[in-house]
């Protein structure tokens, strides 16, 4: 599990799980999506204000791997850490559990890009600077 002081919680909607009784799996990309900008506000990037005129980013790569079930109504708790960073772009760890039962680890890589466009772009110093403070 990632060492992190950020924790964002989801209970998973009926439609969001499947007849299997777990989540489906696409539905784990838009917890870890969500989780990303609660992830930002943690920072003190708030959502409305920053992104696409401070900073924006990309996803490029996604990776999934599940490791239990997590169910309608159940408390999912996804700690959020950047694991990697490079020159454009950095890895945030998504670390989801179902008190305290592993049930699910993304790794999501970022590229970060001009506000407004498709441009890859160096990392801001700031974002830079909080995103190493937190690295695990």
């Known amino acids: ?9 989801v209970r998973p909607r009926y439609a ?9 799996n696409a539905h784990w990309l838009t917890y870890f999506d969500e989780a990303c900008t609660r992830y930002f506000g943690h920072l003190g ?7 696409f005129k401070d900073f924006d980013v990309m996803l490029v790569k996604a990776v999934v791997e599940w490791s239990g079930p997590a169910g309608f109504d159940e408390f999912v ?7 990697r960073m ?5 890895d945030l760890r998504y670390d989801a559990t179902v008190s305290d039962r592993p049930v699910c680890v993304g790794t999501i890589t970022y ?6 466009s498709h441009d890859s ?6 974002l830079r ?3 190493d403070a937190e690295l695990v």
């Open 111 to 116: 590229v970060s890009v001009v506000p407004g």
């Open 121 to 126: 772009t160096p990392i801001p110093d700031e």
């Open 77 to 83: 708790s996804i700690a959020v850490a950047p694991s």
């Open 86 to 90: 490079g020159t454009k772009s950095f």
């Open 45 to 51: 990037y708030e959502a409305a204000e920053a992104f």
């Open 1 to 9: 599990m990632t060492e992190t002081g950020f924790v964002h919680t």
């Open 16 to 24: 969001e799980v499947d007849q299997q009784g777990v989540v489906f």
């Open 129 to 131: 600077a909080r995103l």
